[in-house]
Structures are given as C-alpha cells and as structure tokens.
C-alpha cells in the first residue's frame, strides 16, 4: 500500500482512460484513486508510452465509449504532461528491457507490459497503480504492482 506522501508510483494506461471517460465501469474508483495520491503528494509518474497507448485506446471503439478524435485527446495529454512526471524511452530503457525480458521469458504483447516495467525501474519508481494484475505479476519481484481496487491507506 502506499503510506508515505513522498511515494512515487507509475500510473498504468488502464486506470488513465478509467479516470478520464466517465462512461468507463471504474472512473469513479480510477478517479478518487488519482486524486487521493496527489492529496498525499504522491508524484504520479506516465511515460511517452502510456500517453500513446491512451491515445490508441480512445481514437478507436470500445465497450465503455466510441471513439474519439483526436482534438478532444491532446488537450488530456497536455494535461497529463503538465501534471505528472513523464519518463523518456532511451537506450537505459531499451537496455533494461532486454534485462527483463531475458530474466522473464516475456514475449508477444507483455513486452509492452515489460518496457513499462522497465521505464519504471531506470526511473527510480518501483510501484505501479494498474487495472491489470495479472499481466505484471511476473514482474513483482522487481517492482510493487498495486492493483487499482485496493484500498490505500492514509500516510503517515
């Protein structure tokens, strides 16, 4: 659980698009959740990834919203890089990437799951706020999945 107001945590994609669509099954517990940590000081952290994951998740269909145009999207990703910690993919990433990848026999689509993974650790975050347990539980040896419906305690 997150205690201390100086904890950093990396916001996964799945609970940016449930904060963000208010149609979305979770946006209100995504919703509080984001604005809890930010109320204990938390720095909230998302890569350039995320921000394109975001962007591809809503400019199509899904069962939750239809699709939006990307006019309405930019000024949500000026907003999240405005107010989170945005880290880079650089050859740091690209390098532990293949550390993780050879560590975790991870392939297919968990090397997207595994380059967040990555970008996370070069960046000194080692928790992660996610809607998607499963596929980072091969990655909890290394950093701290906290799954979006677990209640946080209060700091101190």
Do not use: C
């Amino acid at each position: 659980m997150v205690r201390a107001a100086a904890d950093a945590i990396f916001v996964d994609t799945n609970v940016l698009v449930a904060a963000n669509v208010v149609t979305h099954p979770k946006h209100s517990v995504a919703l509080s959740r984001l604005k809890e940590l930010a109320a204990a000081g938390a720095e909230l952290w998302i890569s350039r990834q995320v921000l394109r994951e975001y962007l591809s998740v809503l400019t199509r269909p899904q069962t939750f919203s239809t699709a939006q145009p990307i006019t309405a999207l930019i000024p949500q990703i000026d907003y999240f890089q405005a107010r989170m910690l945005v880290a880079e993919d650089n050859v740091a990433v690209t390098a532990k990437l293949l550390e993780l990848l050879l560590a975790t026999s991870a392939g297919g689509k968990h090397i997207h799951d595994a380059n967040i993974v990555a970008t996370m650790l070069v960046n000194g975050v080692t928790q992660l706020l996610t809607d998607n347990i499963a596929d980072f539980k091969r990655f909890e040896a290394v950093v701290r999945v906290v799954p979006l419906s677990v209640v946080l305690e209060p700091p101190g």
